[in-house]
């Protein structure tokens, strides 16, 4: 029931561009993004209700697919402070069920 | 104090012992949550706390024990623990009504050991 992520690790050089991927099984209301930075509490990124929304504040935006029950989360022209662990988490439709992904691990390099 | 805090951050207990988390919210929320994060684990909801009720238990052993007296503070209560049990505990806090299409605010956690 938890969601997958995808990839599991990436390294990235300041400048490039990411994207990563929320996979789930169940049909899905909602889809948070957090970030965790080594030995910090996790941060909230945003929300995606059902309807296919697209959000983004700054340089990461997100997707959500309801019909694959997939988001995306898009991180363009990285920077250093976007270091750390990014979880997605999914809310199931059918009832009050909440999960987080596994996790992506994602390092920016000068 | 302002977001949210927990207490202790670190510790240490033995398998016999019996120890407490305790988690506190300034933000006004009406609901709470424990999650635990193991290493190559992701973040496992524990249980969810709505106005001072349990309305989330994801399976979890009953050597954890939730008590949450108000809306402001939540406790993990841990008995007979397990070395397995190792791990860092988080305490979130949102707004809740009914779903979880709320921003979760989360404390520092606390590192359990267990010996």
């Known amino acids: 029931q938890q969601p997958v992520q995808s990839p599991q690790a990436v390294i990235l050089r300041e400048g490039e561009d990411a994207v990563i991927n929320c996979s789930s099984s169940k049909a899905l209301y909602s889809v948070h993004w957090y970030r965790q930075k080594h030995g910090e509490a996790p941060v909230f990124l945003m929300i995606l209700l059902r309807g296919g929304e697209q959000k983004g504040h700054d340089k990461i935006s997100a997707s959500f697919n309801e019909k694959k029950q997939q988001s995306s989360l898009y991180l363009t022209a990285s920077q250093l402070s976007y270091s750390g662990t990014y979880f997605c988490?999914?809310?199931?439709?059918?009832?009050?069920?909440?999960?987080f992904g596994t996790g992506t691990s994602l390092t920016v390099i000068p | 104090e302002t977001g949210v805090t927990q207490t202790p951050r670190h510790l240490v207990m033995g398998m016999t012992n019996k120890k407490s988390l305790k988690c506190e919210q300034h933000l006004g929320h009406n609901a709470m949550y424990w999650y635990k994060q193991s290493a190559k684990k992701p973040l496992e909801l524990m249980f969810v706390y709505s106005l001072e009720e349990r309305v989330e238990n994801n399976s979890v052993p009953s050597r954890f024990s939730p008590e949450c007296p108000n809306s402001s503070h939540l406790f993990l209560h841990l008995h007979t623990l397990q070395p397995e049990d190792s791990a860092l505990y988080l305490c979130a806090s949102s707004p809740y009504q009914g779903t979880f299409t709320n921003e979760q605010f989360f404390g520092p956690g606390t590192r359990l050991t267990v010996l």
């Open positions: 988490g999914t809310e199931s439709d059918t009832g009050n069920q909440f999960y």
